[in-house]
């Protein structure tokens, strides 16, 4: 059985941070593009930053130098450091594991982020 379960998140302060991890476990960990992915209230979901199998990043225009992904294969978890939070970050924010030769994904529950002073 696949899991996927975030944690991190939470209330913080505009200019604050927080770090998210996401454990995985079901998968073999090393072989999945992981991403982190985003929804706020009344908005689609979108991509917030995704780390290849060979440790390529790549990130949302709106949290470039703000936020870094980071993978750690041999605890199969994946981090999203977020740094200078601004309010228009909060939002739900989700983990995924993408295997690029099946094409297959799996997603985490979510962890909410709340920027608020």
């Known amino acids: 059985q696949v899991q996927l379960v975030e944690s991190g998140g939470g209330l913080v302060q505009p200019g604050g941070s927080l770090r998210l991890s996401c454990a995985a476990s079901?998968?073999?960990?090393?072989?999945?593009?992981m991403g982190w992915y985003r929804q706020a209230p009344g908005k689609q979901r979108e991509l917030v930053a995704t780390?290849?199998?060979?440790?390529?990043?790549n990130y949302a225009d709106s949290v470039k130098a703000r936020f870094t992904i980071s993978r750690d294969n041999a605890e199969n978890t994946v981090y999203l450091q977020m740094n200078s939070l601004k309010p228009e970050d909060a939002a739900v924010y989700y983990c995924?594991?993408?295997?690029?030769?099946?094409?297959?994904?799996?997603w985490g529950q979510g962890t909410p982020v709340t920027v608020s002073s």
């Open positions: 995924n594991a993408f295997n690029n030769w099946t094409r297959r994904g799996y």
């Open positions: 079901g998968i073999s960990f090393s072989i999945y593009t």
């Open positions: 780390i290849t199998t060979g440790g390529a990043t």
